[in-house]
Nanobody
Framework: QVQLVESGGGLVQAGGSLRLSCAAS?????IGWFRQAPGKEREFVAA????????NYADSVKDRFTISRDNAKNTVYLQMNSLRPEDTAIYYC????????????????????WGQGTQVTVSS
């Protein structure tokens, strides 16, 4: 059983920054971050391959968010800068069991395990 634990969420003013962490149990996985705002569907945010050599971002966060990983700690980070009120959501990390070192999937159905989520609130 894969366990994913997110941390780092909180309340921040618009223009501020937060760094989310996703700690995984077991081997390294490709990891994706998704978010869901109240009344909205879950949406893709960013993904990173097992090797860290491939990343993907949603257009809405490109140039503001950076996904990275430390495989020695089996942890993936999402650095979020220039936060906007519309970034307010519950953020979930998810693990893709693929062995493809270059895969960084963008669709939720491609992920096999999900964390419990961490709340990010950006005030205007």
């Amino acid at each position: 059983q894969v366990q994913l634990v997110e941390s780092g969420g909180g309340l921040v003013q618009a223009g501020g920054s937060l760094r989310l962490s996703c700690a995984a149990s077991g081997r390294t996985f490709a990891i994706g971050w998704f978010r869901q705002a109240p009344g909205k569907e879950r949406e893709f945010v960013a993904a990173i391959s097992r090797s860290g050599g491939k990343t993907n971002y949603a257009d809405s966060v490109k140039d503001r968010f950076t996904i990275s990983r430390d495989n020695a700690k089996n942890t993936v980070y999402l650095q979020m800068n220039s936060l906007r009120p519309e970034d307010t959501a519950i953020y979930y990390c998810a693990a893709d069991l693929t062995f493809d070192l270059r895969r960084a999937a963008v669709r939720a159905y491609e992920y096999d395990y999900w964390g419990q989520g961490t709340q990010v609130t950006v005030s205007s």
